[in-house]
């Protein structure tokens, strides 16, 4: 049962990046990587964001942490002003949102046992002892489904699957009340996959943890998403409860993105094929910035970017077809 109480709140979240050139740094422009993203996560929820590589969505989830430090916005946790935060608040706040990456070994020091890597964050968050991180780590290992024996053991030892395990496990430490999870089964293997994807959502029923799921897998998001976000070139296009994104999508970007997986394709339809490439953040298009490769682009998508309102009840899109 998800509580609809926001536990986390972004309104009109930026992060650009300058873009020099040359000895004597010259300006060319800003990358605009996440440009304007307003989304709440609802207490106990999972919501999806999906998008093409280079849309933005690691950005993201990353500004939410401050491991990008946003341009301009807001981001609000629990009440807490996430950009006003010192470095000793912004610490404690990262008690209570983790990160889960891609590849597991990016976050796993080759050189450490993992039990170790797991304790790390107990030891940075001041939980003294020897004997009581022994201990937290031996259940976080066993909550994950590995056996507290392996805690000596080092990375190469595992495989994809259990280390990706192992990384949860060490999110897990500190007893977070969201997870960003960035692609985080996207390098594994589809049986190792499902495996991965039951772990988080019983983690979830069990701690009543809320997600944010990152992921280019329709599939995978529809397994366990509750609403699901369409990015593209930095925007929010689509938000929705995902039955009814994946039933009736309004964008035509996400009707693509359907379309391209048999399965998902509204009706039985045939696919829908973007001309083109994703444009360049360095220099979005005016208007709408999908118009470029829409299959239903008309005159006004060219001169006026369209506003991000509810089309239908808790159904929003950012799309001139809906005036």
Known sequence: ???????????????????????????????????????????????????????????????????????????????????????????????????VFQDPDSSLDPRMPVGDSIGEALIVHGVSGAGERGRRVARLMEKVGLEAGFAERYPHEFSGGQRQRIGIARALAMDPRLIIADEPVSALDVSVQAQVLNLMMDIKDEDGLSYMFVSHDLAVVKYIADRVAVMYLGQIVELADKEELFRDPLHPYTEALLSAVAGLRRGGGSRILLTGDMPSPLKPPAGCRFHTRCHRVMEICRAAEPAFREVVPGHYAACHLYP
């Open 1 to 99: 049962m998800i509580n609809k109480v926001p536990l986390l709140q972004i309104k009109n979240l930026k992060k650009y990046y300058r873009v020099t050139s040359g000895l004597i740094p010259r300006p060319l422009g800003e990358i605009k990587a996440v440009d304007g993203v307003s989304l709440d996560i609802i207490e106990g929820e999972v919501l999806g964001l999906v998008g093409e590589s280079g849309c933005g969505k690691s950005t993201l989830g990353k500004a939410i942490l401050r491991l990008e430090e946003p341009t301009g916005g807001q981001i609000s946790f629990q009440g807490t002003d996430v950009l006003s935060l010192n470095k000793r608040d912004l610490r404690t706040l990262r008690g209570k949102i983790q990160i």
